[in-house]
């Protein structure tokens, strides 16, 4: 999934009427295209995440712009193709990560979740690390299948991009006014998650408005 042609190639053939941007069944057609077969409820989390204004197509490199959706930069609800080569770049650490470490089984038990987050670039304590997992174990059996390890990256990814946006100094600790801390939990669909996080794993420090937590 590293080559731009090919990749060019998928995202032609599902984009029929030739906008130069996909929508989420034509993005959930185009990654069968490449053996990759998700819900369409993963795809739609793909596109409708947010992130930052401007990503790079390294994602280790972030520019902090304002919030946005995860590979929808522009916000718009459709997936360009430079979004769509940064969503697979994305796409391609996850699986490899998960790809290690599944061992034969299709799925991933907590600890080769914690494991397989370390590889994709992602360093959680304990309470956070629980409390996401428990967010994401749909069934609550400790197995998280393909899809539910890419939910929970997305879910990540996005914290830590908001997290980021607010972390101007990059000292890895914001102070949140009220207003700001709204905003965060009013985001759409990952704001609840972010506040269940906030709410089991940090401890909060009110001083008049303002709330002090550190990134996890």
Request: with cysteine; net charge neutral.
């Amino acid at each position: 999934m590293e080559n731009t042609s090919i990749l060019k190639e998928w995202f032609e053939r599902v984009d029929s009427d030739k906008t130069g941007n996909i929508t989420a069944p034509q993005l959930k057609r185009a990654l069968t295209v490449g053996n990759l077969d998700f819900p369409l409820s993963v795809v739609q989390q793909m596109i409708r995440y947010f992130s930052l204004v401007k990503v790079k197509l390294d994602c280790s490199q972030i520019d902090v712009l304002g919030l946005c959706r995860m590979y929808d930069f522009d916000r718009n609800g459709t997936m360009s193709f430079e979004e769509f080569i940064a969503l697979n770049k994305f796409l391609l650490k996850v699986q490899h990560a998960f790809s290690d470490l599944e061992r034969g089984r299709g799925f991933l038990v907590p600890d080769d979740v914690y494991e397989a987050l370390v590889k994709v670039g992602f360093s959680l304590d304990s309470p956070a690390f629980y409390t996401v997992c428990e967010s994401f174990d749909k069934k609550k059996n400790g197995s998280f299948w393909l899809d539910d390890f890419i939910s929970l990256c997305i879910f990540v990814q996005s914290a830590r991009n908001l997290f980021n946006s607010f972390d101007t100094a990059k000292q890895g600790r914001v102070t949140l006014d009220l207003n700001q801390f709204v905003y965060c939990g009013e985001l759409p669909s990952q704001g609840s998650h972010i506040c269940i996080c906030l709410g089991k794993c940090y401890s909060y420090i009110f001083s008049g408005k303002c709330l002090q937590t550190a990134w996890f």
